[in-house]
């Protein structure tokens, strides 16, 4: 990750991913992603306030709150975090899912069980009906709503689920944002 995100930075330099003060929407969400996976936070605000403006215009207002939302996520800022969400349209379908996640961990995060099983729920049913969204996409959102719902009722001791936790997240590892999903589980299974 950390070369990937250093060769992400030297095309930003050279404006190798800048095409007629133009980048595309899917380099912009890849950098940002990178940067907050390596908790490189100062610097995804600074990439996002400086360069949202070559975007598309139908996609400047989302993609910069997504990312100051994904931010605030990250510094446990939740209720920060719940409110830039509401500026992000659904112009893009990434977007879409990667806010629709986000919300979900903020209410796993700040334990509003009611609140996560409806956008969970309402999420399940929006990508299992979806024609724009790729089988590999379906299957790891899908992945990431059951490990959300049973870690969910491991913490209110239902042990049963253990068994498909272990699996789903230990062999089969295909999950989005698997980083996140491995650490709450481990959190809750040292309880």
Do not use: P
């Not at 050279?14 to 940067?35: H, P, Q, W």
């Not at 977007?95 to 609140?115: C, H, N, P, Q, V």
């Amino acid at each position: 990750m950390e070369e990937l995100y250093k060769i992400y930075k030297y095309q930003l330099e050279e404006e190798i991913n800048v095409e007629n003060n133009k980048m595309r929407i899917s380099d912009f969400k890849n950098i940002a992603t990178l940067g907050i996976r390596l908790k490189d936070l100062d610097w995804v605000r600074h990439f996002t306030n400086e360069h949202k403006d070559k975007l598309d215009l139908r996609y400047q207002q989302s993609a910069e709150a997504y990312n100051l939302a994904r931010i605030d996520f990250y510094k446990e800022e939740y209720s920060a975090a719940r409110k830039k969400l509401v500026n992000v349209e659904y112009a893009d379908i990434h977007y879409e899912l990667g806010s629709r996640a986000l919300l979900i961990k903020i209410y796993f995060e700040t334990t509003d069980s009611e609140l996560m099983l409806q956008n969970l729920n309402s999420l399940k049913l929006f990508v299992r009906r979806s024609r724009l969204i790729s089988d590999y996409q379906k299957r790891i959102y899908l992945n990431f709503l059951k490990c959300i719902h049973k870690m969910n009722r491991l913490i209110d001791g239902d042990k049963r689920v253990t068994e498909t936790l272990d699996h789903l997240i230990y062999e089969d590892k295909a999950i989005a944002d698997y980083t996140w999903v491995r650490k709450k589980y481990e959190e809750i299974k040292s309880l």
